[in-house]
């Protein structure tokens, strides 16, 4: 049985806010997300997104609503595109329905298209059981839009990833064959997509909770010694 994940982000997001490239050399450099557009600024490297409204699986049955929270971290703060490995959780689903990620963690990939956009892409499996349905759908290729916090809305000031109507098709079980996503999510502080040369901190746990910081971010500062994340100079 082939198993991936579907992205649902938070997405993404998720989501989680990232960038692309309208040119053949923005294409080359890799891709960051910052807690600052500050020209040497703190990369992030723990993602924590939520849906906006909820996420919505459309199909000839009645569509399928439910929040979305997606919690995730850098997999290699150098790689490009930028990869996010982490977990979606679905809640407060419509029509008695429950969702649930198989097969995670997921994998998203996030690559810089522009100032402060980007392609966020995965693939992925859930289970989706209801009165009406009992099933596993797949999403392959599925690609998401995010902007950085320059670009965000008012309702979503932080940043956001949409994906509209982004085909998934059925692995297994009783249900239509196809049924489309469609899904914002916007982080849970501000973040801006940069170049990874602009990135010359990363906020990370410190693994002996002696940081200054008390947020995955590195916004929240505390007193030395009492916080459960540090910066980190890039080596």
Known sequence: M?????????????????AFV??????????ALCTSEASECVGITHVHETSVGKAKLKSSLPTIECNVLYLGDTENPSSNPLIIKGTFTYSSCNNFCSVKEENGPTKLKVLKTGEELASVTGEGLVHV??????CNYIGTGLEGD?????????ENPNGEVTLTEQNTEKESGSCPEEAFLTITTTPLKPTYIVPASQRKFLCVDDKTNKGNFKDPYCLEEVTAGTGLYKIEAMS
């Not at 059981?129 to 009992?134: A, D, L, V």
């Not at 995010?146 to 008012?154: D, E, I, R």
Request: glycine share 8%.
């Open 146 to 154: 995010a902007k950085g916090a320059l670009k965000s809305t008012k």
């Open 22 to 31: 309208g040119a053949s050399s923005a294409m080359a450099e890799a891709t």
């Open 2 to 18: 082939k198993h991936v994940k579907m992205l649902g982000l938070a997405a993404l997001a998720a989501l989680m806010a990232m």
């Open 129 to 134: 059981s209801c009165p009406f349905i009992n």
